[in-house]
């Protein structure tokens, strides 16, 4: 991995359907669902596509929990945030808790929506699920990966991914859910960072797992003495710059500053803000 490049990543709203203890944003159902604009989106990706500085190819869609416009009927927001990405030549990749897994009308929308998106630019669109010890999420994502598995429209089109296994513990229930999907007759392989879920005769999909994923110590998590890493330090397995935008148009870089930005020219913030951190 460089770890001169900057990665970039949407805080779309701070509202999230759960209230995890671990949470480092201090995300929950009681936030105001303010959601960022779709205006705004479109100008920060195209803002941070004409930085100078080596950059990712990916945009990430995060939160709270980023398909929160779907809890609050705005059922088109995340679809059009793939769009916008993937027009401005850039990799949507959208993180969730996957609690909408256990609800069947939202999965089969949700997981629609992203093989539409994909078939229509011809090119994967990403869900990354967390998978950790505080997330009561399992079933949900056990019901994603086995409809993306055993649809031949899907599997084409949707790449799934398990992140924030942070644990001996989130370890555990990871293995749990190998179990899980191998009692559902997706037979489950775990190989090397990745999962091959083959169903006989029908196909096979890989799902991507990171290990020791770490949790930022602030929110949440510091208050609850959770936190692994403190951001204001130099963590040793830290590598690479990420800037987030969140919904309010604070950028943060690392999780290290948390400020209002003055103007919208993302170039001057990564400049300011990578300065503040040698
Ligand atoms: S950790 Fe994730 S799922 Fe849990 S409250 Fe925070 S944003 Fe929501």
Redesign the pocket.
């Known amino acids: 991995m460089n770890s001169d490049k900057i990665g970039f990543a949407i805080k779309n709203t701070n509202w ?1 359907n ?3 203890v ?2 480092c ?1 201090c ?2 159902p009681n936030v105001v669902p303010n959601i960022m604009p779709l205006n705004k989106v479109e100008k920060y990706i195209t803002d941070f596509n004409a930085v100078k500085y080596p950059k990712w190819e990916y945009v990430v869609f995060t ?3 980023a398909m929160a416009p779907y809890f609050h009927n705005q059922n088109t927001y995340i679809p059009s945030c793939l769009d916008i990405a993937t027009s401005c030549n850039m990799v949507p990749v959208v993180k969730t ?1 996957a609690t909408w897994g256990t609800d069947d009308r939202m999965r089969k929308r949700i997981l629609n929506d992203f093989a539409g998106m994909a078939y229509k630019h011809q090119k994967l669109m990403s869900l990354e699920m ?1 998978i950790d010890e ?2 009561d999420n399992m079933n949900g994502i056990v019901n994603i990966i086995s409809d993306v598995v055993r649809s031949t429209y899907l599997a084409p089109a949707v790449r799934l991914a398990l992140v924030g296994l942070n644990t001996v513990e989130s370890y555990i229930r990871f293995l749990q859910l190998v179990d899980k999907m191998n009692g559902q007759g997706l037979f489950t392989v775990i190989n090397n960072g990745e999962l091959d879920i083959t169903i006989p005769n029908l196909h096979q999909v890989k799902v991507f797992f990171d290990l020791w994923a770490m949790i930022a110590n602030v929110g949440r998590a510091k208050k609850n003495n959770l936190g692994v890493y403190k951001p204001t330090g130099k963590p040793e397995m830290f590598t690479g710059h990420c800037l987030q935008i969140d919904n309010h148009d604070v950028a943060i870089l690392n999780n290290v500053h948390r400020e209002k930005i003055q103007n919208e020219n993302l170039s001057q913030i990564i400049e300011k803000l990578i300065a503040r951190t040698k």
């Open positions: 999230c759960l209230n995890c671990h949470c944003e995300s929950g939160g709270g929990e808790n967390s505080f997330h």
